[in-house]
């Protein structure tokens, strides 16, 4: 449950942040405030956060006698124009006043995590070190579980001050009690809004608002009782959530005359965002970076790579191509950090280097290609694949195991398949393809996958060990295994497909996934649990969905489609429609998923309405030839909320990634409002019918703060007997982490002490220890600051023997 309280006024003359407490704020007597972790200067009412308080601290200057310099002369005062403003001196007074609001009962030592910003402030005050206090800001903190299962979110929206209480499924709103000290006097208007007054100022606290999981507003209110405030949910218990933020969004590449736009995105750590696509910009400096790997355009289209910060600051960019209509498609990051871009490449040359898989472009129209970078932008290698034919990469995978993956289709016959893989040679016209390569660019194996007929896309995605294939074809056999979900060609046009593959190139299993109309697919992912989630959009009024669907029947000509498949055999676990009245495309999407297992997926719209859930980033559609729309679901199928992305052009998301809170957005837009935020990297820009932008978009979705219960994969049964073991639900917080973090979660009714270890990804022991589970719950601080960045993992045991993994990420 989250709610919301916005405080209104703050004033300030720049834009507000919250500069974090090291040692500079003091008391009237010099001693430190080591109870305040923040402060929010604003003027002439600053703000300081810490310990479950916040503390409005009032000034105001009188002035005793004289003037301030620089104040302007009564009319007719002065006749000298270059004299008409006081400079002598003048004696003043500041007034302060102080209000208090207090968490009662609350946790005072709850954990805070927060996102350090670039800016900071340097102090040389009395007591401070000689070399000084360096103190940085922050946008936005949190104080983890500052009530069971609660945490108190505290951010700059503007120039306004906002908290909000995110109240997890174990958390009781009713025990959230917050008490006023210092007020003249505290009321409650008729819209529902507290008013606290004091002899110098007054803070409005605007009514609440929530939102329940299918993002529909929740009826709440305040209750005051005499100084203490409480929420007044109306009996309502299950949890409830907020919608997403845009944090900052930004155009890339020129708006006029040009054609630039995003294919995908990789969120690594708060360090490094990665995306990749195609421009036939050649205007210096418009893609590239100075000192890049490769500053000038070199063709028709070029690929490129840029690399941002998760607060949206650039820090290099690379045109990558030869003198050819070169783009990139994928890019994706190993568990050390590098980055791999994959594409298209009809160029003969500036792709590949000496030493590599294939150096030599194989003919024909276009290869695809490899090509692997270093987190500071220096290539590594770069590889063709294919031979005399076509081939279109569309995406770029890395296992735990250290190989990278491109899959795509394809009608080449050589350079592709090997031995080693489930299909050597092409079957016919176009074929999908996987070829997985180490990280030194050496070809381990290679397979089509095909059946004779057309087989379009050729998407993958991988789950550390395993490789899913998807794509659409109108192969009417071959596409199916003994219990795969769907044996048959559903009819129409074309149809879904989803295989499995090991990580030596052979099959596990594959279905069909359509009805009797057409289904195109945009991507495939997995969860933490291993499932697997496919989206792509339909036309067929049958074997899509599922009873109890989020939206069980198609609501338009074509709808975008999200369905989730078991890993062992393929099952379906459920499906569902998603659209209005007119078209969902999603046939160049992707999807993924968060680490508490919740699916976004992104695509475009053309209807105007059942599109947006009430209370979205924007409910509204934003006008022009289609608007992005971004979604979001739970495990289980429910929609949290979903929002248009867009403006009044032409917009179309295609990538995403997710980094803890933070949902990552990419495509190509030609809209000139609702993309970019003031002070991003270009906060302007939009072209005409036929000119697109590459645009990049940051939310905030607190909404990720826990695993969900999943009894269909997790926990790993070790002892049969006990019923309850699905009711296992534990996670990580915050994740990603810096090696510090909180182990909490349910573990039904069970009671005693439960074990859990730490392990890198090759297996290594790196922890191992026990907590207590007290009535069934268990909350534990762990400290791994000594790791090295990159994935882990946390297996706890409970009493009884049952086991569940929760994967974890050190920035």
């Given at each position: 449950m989250t709610v919301n309280a916005r405080v209104e006024p703050v004033r300030t003359h720049h834009s507000l942040s919250f500069i974090e407490?090291?040692?500079?704020?003091?008391?009237?007597?010099?001693?430190?405030?080591?109870?305040?972790?923040?402060?929010?200067?604003?003027?002439?009412?600053?703000?300081?956060?810490?310990?479950?308080?916040?503390?409005?601290?009032f000034s105001r200057t009188e002035v005793i006698n004289g003037n301030r310099p620089g104040t302007p002369k009564p009319e007719g005062q002065s006749k000298d124009p270059n004299d008409d403003r006081y400079t002598e001196s003048f004696k003043a007074q500041i007034h302060t006043y102080r209000m208090d609001v207090e968490l009662v009962g609350a946790r005072i030592s709850a954990p805070v995590a927060g996102k350090k910003q670039a800016y900071y402030e340097n102090y040389y005050t009395a007591g401070c070190p000689a070399e000084g206090i360096r103190a940085y800001s922050y946008d936005k903190v949190t104080y983890k579980n500052v009530y069971p299962d609660i945490d108190w979110v505290i951010y700059v929206n503007g120039n306004k001050l906002e908290h909000e209480f995110v109240v997890g499924s174990m958390g009781d709103a009713s025990q959230i009690k917050l008490r006023y000290k210092g007020h003249t006097s505290l009321r409650m208007t008729e819209e529902g809004?507290?008013?606290?007054?004091?002899?110098?100022?007054?803070?409005?606290?605007?009514?609440?608002?929530?939102?329940?999981?299918?993002?529909?507003?929740?009826?709440?209110a305040y209750k005051l009782n005499g100084d203490v405030l409480t929420y007044d949910l109306h009996g309502m218990k299950e949890a409830v959530l907020i919608d997403p933020e845009l944090i900052w969004g930004t155009y890339y590449g020129p708006s006029t005359a040009t054609n630039t736009q995003f294919y995908d995105i990789e969120a690594f750590d708060s360090a490094s965002l990665y995306a990749c696509g195609l421009t036939y910009s050649d205007a210096v400096g418009s893609i590239a970076t100075v000192g890049s790997f490769m500053y000038s355009f070199a063709g028709f289209t070029d690929a490129y790579l840029v690399k941002f910060d998760s607060s949206g600051i650039r820090q290099w960019a690379t045109y990558y191509g030869g003198n050819d209509g070169d783009y990139g498609t994928g890019v994706a990051c190993d568990v050390n950090g590098m980055v791999y871009m994959c594409g298209l490449a009809p160029s003969a040359a500036g792709i590949s280097t000496p030493g590599s898989a294939q150096p030599v472009y194989g003919g024909g129209p276009s290869d695809g290609f490899l090509v692997k970078f270093l987190p500071d932008g220096t290539r590594v290698w770069g590889t063709y694949i294919g031979g005399p034919g076509s081939n279109f990469p569309w995406s770029v995978s890395c296992d735990l195991g250290g190989f990278v993956y491109v899959s795509g289709d394809s009608n080449e016959p050589t350079n592709i398949?090997?031995?080693?893989?489930?299909?050597?040679?092409?079957?016919?016209?176009?074929?999908?393809?996987?070829?997985?390569?180490?990280?030194?660019?050496?070809?381990?194996?290679?397979?089509?996958?095909?059946?004779?007929?057309?087989?379009?896309?050729?998407?993958?995605?991988?789950?550390?060990?395993?490789?899913y294939l998807t794509g659409w074809t109108s192969s009417t056999s071959g596409h199916s295994t003994a219990f795969a979900h769907q044996t048959a060609y559903g009819g129409g046009g074309s149809d879904a497909v989803l295989a499995k593959f090991f990580a030596n190139g052979a099959r596990s299993w594959v279905t069909y996934y359509g009805g009797a109309g057409s289904e195109t697919v945009g991507s495939v992912t997995?969860?933490?649990?291993?499932?697997?989630?496919?989206?792509?959009?339909?036309?067929?009024?049958?074997?899509?969905?599922?009873?109890?669907?989020?939206?069980?029947?198609?609501?338009?000509?074509?709808?975008?489609?999200?369905?989730?498949?078991?890993?062992?055999?393929?099952?379906?676990?459920?499906?569902?429609?998603?659209?209005?009245?007119?078209?969902?495309?999603?046939?160049?999407?992707?999807?993924?998923?968060?680490?508490?297992?919740?699916?976004?997926?992104?695509?475009?719209?053309?209807?105007?309405?059942?599109?947006?859930?009430?209370?979205?980033?924007?409910t509204v559609y934003g006008g022009g030839d289609g608007d992005g729309f971004l979604a979001k679901f739970n495990h289980i199928g429910e929609r949290k909320w979903c929002s248009y992305l867009g403006g009044d052009q032409a917009d179309e998301p295609r990538g995403l990634s997710c980094l803890g809170d933070a949902v990552f957005v990419c495509g190509?837009?030609?809209?000139?409002?609702?993309?970019?935020?003031?002070?991003a990297l270009q906060p302007t820009g939009g072209g005409g019918a036929f000119d697109y932008q590459g645009f990049l978009e940051k939310f905030s979705d607190p909404d990720t703060s826990s695993i969900p219960e999943d009894t269909t994969t997790v926990?790993?049964?070790?002892?049969?007997?006990?019923?309850?073991?699905?009711?296992?639900?534990?996670g990580l917080f915050?994740?990603?982490?810096?090696?510090?973090?909180?182990?909490?979660?349910?573990?039904?009714?069970?009671?005693?002490?439960?074990?859990?270890?730490?392990?890198?990804?090759?297996?290594?022991?790196?922890?191992?220890?026990?907590?207590?589970?007290?009535?069934?719950?268990?909350?534990?601080?762990?400290?791994?600051?000594?790791?090295?960045p990159g994935i882990y993992f946390l297996r706890l045991r409970s009493p009884e023997g049952y086991e569940q993994v929760v994967r974890f990420r050190k920035e």
């Amino acid at each position: 449950m989250t709610v919301n309280a916005r405080v209104e006024p703050v004033r300030t003359h720049h834009s507000l942040s919250f500069i974090e407490n090291k040692g500079q704020i003091k008391d009237q007597e010099g001693h430190p405030r080591k109870d305040i972790q923040f402060v929010l200067p604003a003027g002439d009412m600053n703000v300081f956060v810490g310990d479950g308080q916040l503390h409005y601290q009032f000034s105001r200057t009188e002035v005793i006698n004289g003037n301030r310099p620089g104040t302007p002369k009564p009319e007719g005062q002065s006749k000298d124009p270059n004299d008409d403003r006081y400079t002598e001196s003048f004696k003043a007074q500041i007034h302060t006043y102080r209000m208090d609001v207090e968490l009662v009962g609350a946790r005072i030592s709850a954990p805070v995590a927060g996102k350090k910003q670039a800016y900071y402030e340097n102090y040389y005050t009395a007591g401070c070190p000689a070399e000084g206090i360096r103190a940085y800001s922050y946008d936005k903190v949190t104080y983890k579980n500052v009530y069971p299962d609660i945490d108190w979110v505290i951010y700059v929206n503007g120039n306004k001050l906002e908290h909000e209480f995110v109240v997890g499924s174990m958390g009781d709103a009713s025990q959230i009690k917050l008490r006023y000290k210092g007020h003249t006097s505290l009321r409650m208007t008729e819209e529902g809004n507290l008013v606290a007054t004091t002899p110098m100022g007054t803070i409005t606290e605007k009514a609440p608002v929530c939102y329940a999981a299918d993002g529909k507003t929740v009826r709440s209110a305040y209750k005051l009782n005499g100084d203490v405030l409480t929420y007044d949910l109306h009996g309502m218990k299950e949890a409830v959530l907020i919608d997403p933020e845009l944090i900052w969004g930004t155009y890339y590449g020129p708006s006029t005359a040009t054609n630039t736009q995003f294919y995908d995105i990789e969120a690594f750590d708060s360090a490094s965002l990665y995306a990749c696509g195609l421009t036939y910009s050649d205007a210096v400096g418009s893609i590239a970076t100075v000192g890049s790997f490769m500053y000038s355009f070199a063709g028709f289209t070029d690929a490129y790579l840029v690399k941002f910060d998760s607060s949206g600051i650039r820090q290099w960019a690379t045109y990558y191509g030869g003198n050819d209509g070169d783009y990139g498609t994928g890019v994706a990051c190993d568990v050390n950090g590098m980055v791999y871009m994959c594409g298209l490449a009809p160029s003969a040359a500036g792709i590949s280097t000496p030493g590599s898989a294939q150096p030599v472009y194989g003919g024909g129209p276009s290869d695809g290609f490899l090509v692997k970078f270093l987190p500071d932008g220096t290539r590594v290698w770069g590889t063709y694949i294919g031979g005399p034919g076509s081939n279109f990469p569309w995406s770029v995978s890395c296992d735990l195991g250290g190989f990278v993956y491109v899959s795509g289709d394809s009608n080449e016959p050589t350079n592709i398949g090997t031995p080693a893989g489930h299909q050597p040679n092409l079957a016919g016209g176009f074929d999908w393809y996987i070829v997985q390569f180490d990280t030194m660019g050496v070809k381990q194996w290679g397979t089509y996958y095909g059946t004779g007929g057309p087989e379009w896309n050729g998407a993958s995605c991988n789950d550390g060990y395993v490789i899913y294939l998807t794509g659409w074809t109108s192969s009417t056999s071959g596409h199916s295994t003994a219990f795969a979900h769907q044996t048959a060609y559903g009819g129409g046009g074309s149809d879904a497909v989803l295989a499995k593959f090991f990580a030596n190139g052979a099959r596990s299993w594959v279905t069909y996934y359509g009805g009797a109309g057409s289904e195109t697919v945009g991507s495939v992912t997995c969860d933490i649990f291993k499932n697997i989630y496919l989206f792509g959009h339909t036309n067929s009024n049958d074997n899509i969905s599922t009873p109890s669907a989020f939206q069980p029947t198609r609501g338009g000509m074509m709808d975008a489609f999200l369905v989730k498949f078991h890993p062992e055999i393929g099952f379906r676990m459920w499906g569902t429609y998603i659209g209005g009245a007119q078209d969902e495309k999603a046939e160049k999407s992707r999807i993924t998923t968060d680490d508490s297992a919740n699916i976004y997926v992104t695509g475009v719209t053309f209807s105007t309405s059942n599109i947006a859930s009430d209370t979205a980033w924007q409910t509204v559609y934003g006008g022009g030839d289609g608007d992005g729309f971004l979604a979001k679901f739970n495990h289980i199928g429910e929609r949290k909320w979903c929002s248009y992305l867009g403006g009044d052009q032409a917009d179309e998301p295609r990538g995403l990634s997710c980094l803890g809170d933070a949902v990552f957005v990419c495509g190509r837009t030609s809209s000139h409002d609702s993309i970019a935020t003031p002070g991003a990297l270009q906060p302007t820009g939009g072209g005409g019918a036929f000119d697109y932008q590459g645009f990049l978009e940051k939310f905030s979705d607190p909404d990720t703060s826990s695993i969900p219960e999943d009894t269909t994969t997790v926990p790993t049964l070790v002892n049969h007997t006990n019923n309850n073991a699905g009711k296992m639900q534990i996670g990580l917080f915050p994740n990603p982490n810096n090696g510090s973090f909180t182990l909490q979660g349910s573990l039904g009714n069970r009671t005693g002490i439960a074990a859990y270890t730490v392990t890198d990804i090759a297996g290594r022991v790196l922890l191992s220890d026990k907590t207590a589970v007290h009535a069934g719950n268990v909350h534990e601080q762990v400290m791994l600051n000594d790791i090295a960045p990159g994935i882990y993992f946390l297996r706890l045991r409970s009493p009884e023997g049952y086991e569940q993994v929760v994967r974890f990420r050190k920035e």
